[in-house]
């Protein structure tokens, strides 16, 4: 019986979710920030640098910020691979899990790496998420023009940038929340 499993039958923790699954759901993330990034890259340059909408220059932006956080997901493996400190003498299923979950972190992160490689190098998803993009300034740049000609006033958010962690928090219990429902579907 290996440990995930005794750990189960203790404890009533579940088991680890497959790397597979973990870097699916990793991509969906760093995508979505980088789509995120593209969408401000496209407002900004319209509106402030008054620049018209150039393919490539969209292109060349959006592979550099795949490639930015591939290269951070990279980082991110070296840093943990020195982390293979021994479990304390004193365990439980808890502390088991959690010892399993960052032995397996190098491995994650790397498999996220080529991931995001992956995705920047090849011609339709790099399509998909620059038209994604797109829609998504288009939509807040209407968004913003319909309020400001029904008269109603937006204030800025002066701690978005102070709150970024909260939020990004809430997104990943967000996706372990997922995670929890597609486990208790696939039972």
């Given at each position: 019986?290996?440990?995930?499993?005794?750990?189960?039958?203790?404890?009533?923790?579940?088991?680890?979710?497959?790397?597979?699954?973990?870097?699916?759901?990793?991509?969906?993330?760093?995508?979505?920030?980088?789509?995120?990034?593209?969408?401000?890259?496209?407002?900004?340059?319209?509106?402030?640098?008054?620049?018209?909408?150039?393919?490539?220059?969209?292109?060349?932006?959006?592979?550099?910020?795949?490639?930015?956080?591939?290269?951070?997901?990279?980082?991110?493996?070296?840093?943990?691979?020195?982390?293979?400190?021994?479990?304390?003498?004193?365990?439980?299923?808890?502390?088991?899990?959690?010892?399993?979950?960052?032995?397996?972190?190098?491995?994650?992160?790397?498999?996220l790496t080529e991931a995001l490689r992956s995705h920047a190098s090849e011609?339709?998803?790099?399509?998909?998420?620059?038209?994604?993009?797109?829609?998504?300034?288009?939509?807040?740049?209407?968004?913003?023009?319909?309020?400001?000609?029904?008269?109603?006033?937006?204030?800025?958010?002066?701690?978005?940038?102070?709150?970024?962690?909260?939020?990004?928090?809430?997104?990943?219990?967000?996706?372990?929340?997922?995670?929890?429902?597609?486990?208790?579907?696939?039972?």
């Open positions: 019986m290996t440990e995930v499993s005794r750990a189960h039958q203790e404890g009533g923790v579940g088991a680890l979710p497959p790397i597979e699954s973990v870097v699916a759901d990793g991509l969906l993330i760093a995508l979505a920030g980088v789509k995120l990034s593209v969408k401000n890259f496209l407002i900004v340059t319209a509106l402030r640098d008054r620049r018209d909408y150039d393919e490539q220059r969209v292109h060349e932006f959006a592979k550099s910020e795949l490639l930015r956080v591939a290269t951070e997901m990279a980082e991110k493996a070296g840093s943990m691979e020195w982390s293979s400190q021994p479990v304390l003498s004193r365990t439980n299923a808890l502390t088991r899990m959690h010892r399993a979950a960052v032995d397996r972190g190098p491995d994650v992160y790397r498999a011609a339709d998803p790099m399509a998909r998420l620059i038209q994604q993009s797109r829609e998504a300034a288009s939509e807040e740049l209407q968004d913003a023009i319909v309020r400001r000609l029904s008269g109603q006033v937006v204030e800025p958010d002066t701690n978005y940038a102070s709150d970024r962690s909260k939020r990004m928090r809430r997104v990943r219990a967000d996706v372990k929340a997922l995670r929890w429902v597609r486990a208790r579907k696939a039972e």
